[in-house]
């Protein structure tokens, strides 16, 4: 089928978070002693996905970083910033498109999570002039340690708003995996 047109995203995460080794001092009487207790966990974290893709005429990047906060060791927040370059040599069409996003997420298991995500998107439409379109994305996904710093994870989303304006086909779900690397 000529007209289907077969996008691979393979956005990789990256996500770090500071845990810096707490250094307490305690001062006796006679003597200084320094206690190092276990790191202790940030609330916050930081990464994103860089995707890419090419195939036939066709050439996808897209950036996104993030920045989230746990509130609880289960729920967690936060907002992504977002940035896309579409190329089509075959139409000598080319498209950057901009946008931000807060998003919330609650671990059901270690590996299972719920995610919702507000998404709102600039796009160059072929034909047309820039648009605003709005997302509203939920689904989940599943997240395995591999090694201590180490995860594969795979999420889908799907946007339950389902803008006219909306470059994307009804109900197409959004599809991420990748490997997170912490730090």
Do not use: C
């Not at 206690?35 to 860089?50: A, C, D, E, K, V």
């Not at 995707?51 to 996104?64: P, T």
Request: proline content about 7%; glycine content about 10%; overall charge negative.
């Amino acid at each position: 089928m000529k007209k289907l047109l077969l996008l691979l995203i393979i956005p990789i995460g990256f996500s770090f978070a500071a845990n810096p080794l707490e250094t307490l001092t305690k001062e006796t009487d006679d003597s200084v002693k320094t206690l190092q207790t276990r790191p202790s966990p940030s609330r916050w974290y930081y990464g994103g996905n860089i995707g890419i893709n090419f195939w036939n005429d066709y050439f996808y990047l897209g950036i996104y970083p993030l920045v989230g906060y746990k509130v609880t060791p289960k729920f967690s927040v936060g907002g992504k910033l977002g940035y896309t370059y579409y190329s089509f040599n075959n139409t000598d069409f080319s498209s950057h498109n901009y946008g931000a996003s807060i998003f919330s997420r609650y671990r059901v298991t270690p590996q299972f999570y719920v995610h919702g995500e507000f998404v709102y998107f600039s796009y160059d439409i072929i034909g047309s002039e820039r648009v605003w379109v709005p997302f509203i994305l939920l689904g989940g996904g599943y997240a395995q340690l591999v090694s201590p710093n180490v995860w594969v994870f795979v999420e889908v989303l799907f946007d339950v708003l389902q803008d006219p304006n909306s470059p994307y086909q009804d109900w197409d779900p959004f599809v991420s995996f990748g490997v997170g690397v912490g730090f």
